[in-house]
């Protein structure tokens, strides 16, 4: 089987792959664990100074994989939607070390970036995009809410007024603007200038004192209370995994037609 995830270095640049291309590198447990290690092998790995975390194919990522549902219940147990705690903590633990790597981590982003694609996005700490990139966190379309870090994350980058309309809403948006509200650092053209910038931001950073970088990214994720964000997400998706409206709105995804709320 193909690796999920692939690494490469080249020189001073640690690249992560998503690649899962024929599904639009949706994102199961797999991949997550496979992302966790390959975290693990950029810290490790000698004269590194920045990691690029991108996706195969036509996009950066689709979202978590629904069909990857059956993953969780062999690792977590069958009843992990009655309990969903350990399944919550265990992917906010993924995205958490991609967002306290000591090293910083550089998002390239084209074609849809949605959902938990989103959240990992957002736990990087620059992110480029490609014009035609699609962003946003359906979630409430589906009854849920984002768990996994985004609505934490994103409130922080936009303020709760501009978050709320997002994550409430569900709908998704452009790289204008994604670059306008400061949600992406930089907007490109196309694929090919996506890696040159991002190759150009690995190297100015490669050219600061590598303590320096690695202490003013901690100063500045301390600011923010991710912690307690994070444990809010958690109870919420605990209560609305379990929701009726959850099955209506998973349901109309897979036929693509329109939920029936129910509001229970």
């Not at 001073?12 to 797999?30: P, V």
């Not at 810290?43 to 629904?66: L, M, N, Q, Y």
């Not at 209370?225 to 809010?232: E, P």
Request: contains cysteine; proline residues 3%; hydrophobic residues 45%.
């Amino acid at each position: 089987m193909t690796d999920l995830i692939t690494t490469q270095q080249q020189n001073h640049i640690f690249e992560i792959s998503l690649n899962r291309a024929d599904k639009r590198n949706a994102i199961n447990w797999s991949m997550m664990q496979a992302l966790d290690r390959a975290i693990t092998e950029a810290e490790k790995a000698d004269g590194v100074r920045a990691v690029i975390i991108r996706g195969e194919g036509k996009s950066f990522s689709s979202g978590i994989d629904f069909l990857g549902f059956p993953e969780l219940a062999e690792s977590f147990g069958d009843n992990w939607q009655r309990n969903l705690f350990p399944v919550t903590a265990a992917m906010q633990a993924v995205f958490n070390r991609v967002e306290r790597c000591s090293l910083p981590v550089i998002a390239l982003l084209h074609g849809f970036c949605l959902g938990l694609g989103f959240e990992l996005a957002l736990a990087c700490d620059i992110r480029i995009a490609s014009k035609n990139v699609r962003l946003g966190l359906p979630e409430t379309r589906l009854g849920l809410v984002p768990d996994v870090g985004g609505t934490t994350r994103l409130t922080s980058l936009v303020g709760p007024a501009r978050a709320k309309e997002l994550v409430m809403t569900g709908r998704d948006f452009g790289s204008q603007y994604a670059e306008r509200w400061g949600i992406v650092n930089h907007v490109v053209a196309n694929s090919v200038e996506l890696r040159a910038k991002g190759q150009s931001i690995a190297d100015e950073l490669a050219a600061a004192a590598p303590l320096a970088v690695n202490y003013s990214k901690k100063v500045i994720n301390g600011i923010i209370d991710l912690d307690r964000g994070l444990q809010l997400e958690a109870w919420a998706q605990s209560v609305l995994i379990q929701t009726e409206d959850f099955a209506s709105g998973s349901q109309a995804m897979m036929t693509k037609k329109p939920p029936k709320w129910q509001g229970k």
